[in-house]
Structure formats: C-alpha cells, structure tokens
C-alpha cells in the first residue's frame, strides 16, 4: 500500500465540513428539496474550498487518510456541482461548468492513472482501491498547488458561487 490510511474522522462529517455553508446540500437525500441555483451556490463553494484544500495538501504518506478523503471529496463534490451547474438556467452559472467540463476532459489520462474516470454522462468515478495504491506524489502532481487543474477548477468554481450567489440575493 502506498498509503497509510489511518481513520480519523468518518468521511460523511469530512465530506460536509467542505458544505460549511449549507451541510444539508451535502446529503444526497436531501438534495431534491434544494432549488437548482441554491444547490450551485452550496457546491461551488464545496469544490471551491476542496481544491484550495488540495493546492494546499501535504502529499506525503503520512497525510494518507486526509489525501484520500479530498480526492473522494473532490469527486463527489465534482458530481454535485456538475448536476446543478448543468441543470441551471442561469448562463452565469450553466456557462462555467462546460469549462469545468472540459478541463476535466483534458486530465482524463492523469485523472485514470490515480483511479478516476470520467462516465459518458461526464460525472467522475473514483476506483478507491487504485487511488489507495496510487503514490502521493503522482496524486500531488495532479492536484498540488503547482496544478494549473485545480487553479482552473477553483477560478471556474468561484465564478459559479459568485454568479449563483448574484442571483439567490435577487430572488
């Protein structure tokens, strides 16, 4: 094993601490209730502070479970984002995903070497076991802050959060 995977911290409360601004929008069975734009706004701001979580990681074995825990976060927030960004209405919100998209696209190699592919539908799947044996370094060549991926992915992240934040003052 590449990594030392020690248990700290259930994911579910790992994942929702990145939802600080509405836990709620992070739990699936809730997510229904949510209008379009409001989810946009919640994760956004998720995959906002996933991807400055992961520019600032240490991707060292000894930060296994925290590497492993933001790159599943990082991932499923990807998903929520992608679902309510694309279902939106709103060109400023419904726009930047499509970068997002493609950005995406573009690491598809890097992304399925450490256990993330990318579905027809375009959300991401994580393999855990091949990212549980996927070397730090190779996943922090990916995401550290020297990645212009996760740079581009917070900087179109924001500009949805901004965007969906505009239109939920003037609702």
């Known amino acids: 094993m590449a990594i030392d995977y020690s248990i700290t911290k259930s994911y579910d409360m790992y994942f929702r601490d990145f939802y600080s601004i509405d836990r709620n929008a992070s739990k699936s069975e809730q997510r229904a209730s949510y209008k379009t734009n409001k ?19 240490d991707f060292s074995p000894d930060n296994g479970n925290n590497i492993f825990y933001t790159v599943k976060s990082f991932v499923n927030a990807y998903n929520n984002l992608m679902e309510s960004s694309g279902s939106s209405n709103e060109y400023d919100i419904s726009h ?10 573009d690491q ?6 450490i256990g993330i592919t990318i579905s027809a539908s375009g959300k991401l799947k994580l393999d855990e076991d091949k990212l549980m044996e996927t070397k730090p370094a190779k996943i922090g060549k990916l995401f550290s802050e020297d990645s212009e991926f996760t740079k581009k992915i917070n900087f ?11 239109i939920d003052v003037t609702l």
């Open 96 to 105: 930047p995903e499509k970068f997002i998209k493609s950005l995406t696209k």
């Open 39 to 57: 989810l946009a706004k919640a994760d956004s701001s998720a995959m906002t502070k996933i991807s400055k979580t992961l520019r600032k990681m």
């Open 156 to 166: 179109y992240a924001n500009k949805i959060y901004r965007a969906s934040n505009r």
């Open 108 to 113: 598809e190699k890097a992304l399925s070497d």
